[in-house]
């Protein structure tokens, strides 16, 4: 049972990149899943939480217009696709699911203990 991230890489300023966050030994439709990203020196951050029942979806102010979260279900992943990327977005992303916790709870909770957390995976943006 695992979640394994995928994406990551360097880009310019303006750039974009798709994230994946694929799901093993369990259904990610059943769980509230979060993007979360940490930058060097800098505290672990939420970036954007989601949970299909009630299509419930929040994102970091700073991020919404950019940054859009979805998921397929027949590839059990869920994905962020990240637009207009800029150097402040240079972070490790991880991604984690959690069965009980809420869209808000779960975005509020950058350290939090969740049922699952991927590896992470670089982005870089730079020119």
Not at 33 to 51: H, L, T
Not at 70 to 75: K, L, Q, Y
Not at 108 to 123: A, I
Request: aromatic letters at 12%; one cysteine or more.
């Amino acid at each position: 049972l695992q979640l394994v991230e995928s994406g990551g890489g360097s880009v310019q300023p303006g750039g974009s990149l798709r994230l994946s966050c694929a799901a093993s030994g369990f259904t990610l439709d059943d769980y509230t899943i979060g993007w979360f990203r940490q930058a060097p020196g800098k505290e672990r951050e939420g970036v954007s939480c989601y949970r299909s029942g009630g299509g419930l979806m929040r994102y970091a102010g700073s991020l919404k217009g950019r940054f859009t979260i979805f998921r397929d279900n027949a590839e059990n992943t869920v994905y962020l696709q990240m637009n207009n990327l800029k150097p402040e977005d240079t972070a490790v992303y991880y991604c984690a699911a959690d069965l009980h916790f809420t869209v808000n709870a779960m975005c509020d909770s950058p350290k939090g203990e969740f049922d699952y957390w991927g590896q992470g995976t670089q982005v870089t943006v730079s020119s």
